[in-house]
Nanobody, 126 residues
């Protein structure tokens, strides 16, 4: 089991950038696949991106492809989300999540992830 803490959210103008971090506690971080989800007010939590334990397999939602980049540093127990060209529709609470099933092929279902952070607010103004 890992405990996750997100940071780096804030208010940014459309077209700007933010970098989110998710710090994990526990010695087994490198054995987890890691994902980012987001939830806007009144909407369901939606998949954003996922990275395998090794960093070799990465998935993105179509809505963020080409703008967002996920990465991880297993030595620092941290996963990152670089968000560029932000749009007002990116406004949401962003959550990182850990998945013990590193071989999963359907990666967009929040229920499949075992551990969650508390979330960090990202607000993009127009």
């Amino acid at each position: 089991q890992v405990q996750l803490v997100e940071s780096g959210g804030g208010l940014v103008q459309a077209g700007g950038s933010l970098r989110l971090s998710c710090a994990a506690s526990g010695r087994t971080f490198s054995s987890y696949a890691m994902g980012w989800f987001r939830q806007a007010p009144g909407k369901e939590r939606e998949f954003v991106t996922r990275i395998s334990w090794s960093g070799e397999r990465i998935y993105y939602a179509d809505s963020v492809k080409g703008r967002f980049t996920i990465s991880r540093d297993n030595a620092k127990n941290t996963v990152y989300l670089q968000m560029n060209s932000l749009k007002p529709e990116d406004t949401a609470v962003y959550y990182c999540a850990a998945d013990k099933d590193t071989g999963r092929t359907i990666v967009v279902v929040p229920y499949d992830y075992d551990n969650w952070g508390q979330g960090t607010q990202v607000t993009v103004s127009s």
